[in-house]
């Protein structure tokens, strides 16, 4: 596919692993159509040796849900596809199957822009185990990435200590989708404004960027170039002052603010993308001021993050704004989440019992939590979380502020304060039910979230672990599940 072509929605439904659709086909021809089953998708370890995750990506799911579908031309690709032993690898009967397929499924959610905590399910989707397998991979694609970015650009706007951070990701990006969920995710999570043009009209995003070295290079002098930017964009000025040396660059941008002051104008800022940012900051604030021009606000770029940038504070820099590319963009030091999607239930009909089903493992932090979960988070009087039990009310022993670790079953604790349902049913039978937040409710969501999360859990070096674990009748459950699965009994 060229880079001109457009995809359509529905190409959603092979935005997917072989798999998938090897999977679909089996259950399909076992006569398991009818069978039902319950995902969880969740995440084993905080990103970035943190305390916490952003929930993000979730806005999107019931769109994804609501286009799952096979078109002629899906259809007639999956037709062609050839297994390694010869012959056709879909069969005619299943791909008549596919051609009218419609996903059934019901989803529960974290809200998106809320804490997610390693273990507990951050969606779950129920409906006909056809439907649920072939939804795997797209919805962790979809959540994956933009859980892991927006985790990122909240560590960001956390070191900014409120200064204004831009998203300058987009060249350096996975790609034009990798970009524009770069530019969704870390709006969300805080950041101001994205240099993302087509993230700005697609989402609302507010757009921000002036000129790069080239416009300075383009002309004789770096005065000549400043000056032209100047008459093209006076209520859009920034200057770009490193193209040559930096302390030139002041003062040519000292001469053009003045030139700007006399036509009614004022130089908006200045920007610095190399050197030793806190002491080049410096001084430009410090000849500014002296030349009475108190206004011009300095924003710096090149390579920054979360340590940098509280490192640039820490030294009393003069910074009012921060552009973060590369390092928000690719997630650096850590490009993938980890998210996995696993099933916890099945039954044959839609109105029998669910059968928890576990994964043992030969490692045990991969052993996974059976049955139909929900999540109790408790907040303190000041709304504050204060620690979340996982539910299978199925089992529940009732009432019960006590929880036990998901990975040792010798340590458990009592959760202070009130607790609230977390998950929200955002898909019923394949169709929303309701819009989805707007991503100003979820930005703003974010930001209540983690002003009340405790600041030892928001710290960057060794956070304090926030209490996630299991009530304690599903722990009792999830031990026994476990001990007749390791004697070989299974399910019966």
Known sequence: MSLTDKTKPTDVSLNTDLYELTMAQGFWESGMVDAQANFNAFFRDNPFGGGFAI????????????????DDEDIAYLSSLKAPGGGAMFKQGFLDYLRDFRMHVDVWAIPEGDIAFPREPMIRVQGPVIDCQL?????????????????????????????PVSDFGLRRAQGPDGGLAVARASYIAGCSSTSNILAGKLYGIPVFGTHAHSWV???????????????????????LLDTYDVYQGIENAITVAKEMEAEGERLSAIRIDSGDLAKLSKAARKAFDEAGLPYIKISVSNDLDEYLVQSLLAQGAPIDSFGVGTKLATCDPQPSLGGVYKLSAIRTQFDEDWDPVMKISEQGYKRTIPGIQHIKRFYDIDDCPTGDMIIDDS???GES????????AYSTMALP???RELMQHIVHDGVRTCEPPSITESRDRCRYALMHLDPTIRRFLNPQTYPVGLELGLAKFRGKLAQEERSGSGRN
Do not use: W
């Open 401 to 408: 502020n006590v929880i036990q670790d998901i990975l040792d």
């Open 417 to 419: 304060g009130t607790p």
């Open 217 to 239: 290079m383009a002309f004789p002098t770096e005065l000549d170039a400043f000056r032209a930017f100047a008459k093209s964009s006076p209520k859009n000025c920034c200057l």
């Open 395 to 397: 089992v529940s022993e």
């Open 55 to 70: 929930a993000c990506g979730i806005g999107q799911v019931p769109e994804l849900v609501e286009n799952f579908r096979f």
């Open 135 to 163: 939804l795997e991979t797209a919805l962790l694609n979809l959540v994956n990435f933009q859980t892991l970015v927006a985790t990122k650009a909240a560590r960001v706007v956390r070191a900014a200590e409120g200064r």
